[in-house]
């Protein structure tokens, strides 16, 4: 969803994580500063997913830079799938799938939030009911400061990126 201008809209409220039953469900969780061109991929992708129907067990959200913020969300779903954007030297717009378990299995330069992210995650493997934790890389060439604009290689890759995510959603509730 955006405004007029095309920036992003977010609605933000914590009870949204406790109006139902999510033991079985998914949290879609896009990071990244969407105002450093590249480095905001992650929410790019949220933002093409919510214009998108979704099964009843799949929410989205913009995590943005949140860190341990988004810490309370855990505890309450099965599954949760990261996108971010990672400076890895890999070709510009790589799309990468990872099971973090610990900040040591992130890829060395995910980007300019990787410490809140790294730690966040070693974070919820303290919680009582620790999720399957799923995290899709793009891989970026650089970080352009206050641009909202995507190269076309990373651009490219969001729609694939929602596709193998889809396909994993699809898989990951089929275990349920």
């Known amino acids: ?5 095309g920036a992003p809209v977010a609605v933000s409220s914590d009870a949204f994580y406790f109006e139902k039953d999510k033991s079985k469900s998914i949290l879609i969780l896009g990071v990244g500063n969407y105002l450093m061109g590249d480095e905001g991929v992650g929410v790019h992708v949220i933002q093409e997913m919510a214009t998108m129907k979704l099964p009843d067990n799949v929410d989205i959200l913009d995590g943005g830079t949140g860190g341990f ?19 890895d ?3 510009e717009g790589t799309i990468s799938l990872i099971r973090p378990r610990f900040a ?25 009911n620790t ?10 060439n ?23 995510i889809i396909r994993l959603t699809e898989r990951l509730s089929a275990e349920f």
């Open 69 to 87: 913020l988004l810490l309370n969300c855990f505890e309450s779903y099965k599954a949760v799938i990261f996108i971010d954007a990672t400076m």
């Open 1 to 5: 969803m955006a405004d007029s201008f």
């Open 142 to 164: 650089e970080v352009v400061p206050m641009s909202l604009t995507l190269s076309s290689e990373v651009k490219e890759a969001i729609p694939k990126t929602i596709e193998d």
């Open 104 to 128: 040591s299995d992130f890829p060395s330069a995910l980007s300019v939030h990787d410490v809140g992210l790294k730690d966040m995650i070693e974070a919820v493997y303290l919680l009582d």
């Open 131 to 140: 999720p399957d934790i799923h995290l899709f890389t793009i891989s970026i």
């Open 89 to 91: 030297g890999q070709k």
